[in-house]
């Protein structure tokens, strides 16, 4: 429904002021090519710097003219749909995160059976005679 209404507009605004949470919808904004103006706090928490991947303003009045000046600049608009359709990709695709999640907890897996055989655990200090009984125990 929202990629329906998409295809009609030129620019998302979150001219949020209150509130917390993920800011799932600016993403999804950007990951179907919307330029966007937000508040520092409908941003906080993203990745995202302002003049870059959007244009963040604090006051109501730099907010009105931020998207005025988006809406009459046809090089900013492209400019913002790229870069921030860009970091979605990169940096909030649930694929990359899970991958890059899953690379942290194998490297921290490794470093710990790395440091247990190095110290001699897998054998002498725990008493287990099995290295994979050792490396399991130093990670519980």
């Known amino acids: 429904m929202m990629e329906a209404l998409a295809q009609d507009c030129s620019l998302s605004v979150v001219p949020l002021r209150v509130g917390g949470g993920t800011r799932i919808k600016i993403l999804?904004?950007?990951?179907?090519?919307?330029?966007?103006?937000?508040t520092p706090l409908g941003c906080e928490g993203l990745e995202a710097e302002?003049?870059?991947?959007?244009?963040?303003?604090?006051?109501p009045?730099?907010?009105?003219?931020?998207?005025l000046a988006l809406d009459g600049d046809r090089e900013l608009r492209q400019k913002l749909r790229a870069?921030?359709?860009?970091?979605?990709e990169s940096r909030y695709d649930w694929q990359k995160i899970y991958q890059d999640y899953e690379a942290q907890l194998i490297g921290h897996q490794g470093r710990i059976a790395y440091?247990?055989?190095?110290?001699?655990?897998c054998m002498n200090s725990t008493g287990l005679s099995n290295p994979l009984d050792a490396i399991i125990a130093e990670t519980s």
């Open 50 to 59: 302002d003049g870059e991947q959007l244009l963040i303003r604090a006051t």
């Open 28 to 38: 999804h904004a950007m990951a179907m090519g919307l330029p966007v103006v937000s």
């Open 61 to 67: 009045e730099a907010f009105a003219q931020a998207v």
């Open 83 to 88: 870069a921030g359709r860009s970091l979605v």
């Open 115 to 121: 440091q247990a055989c190095i110290n001699r655990v």
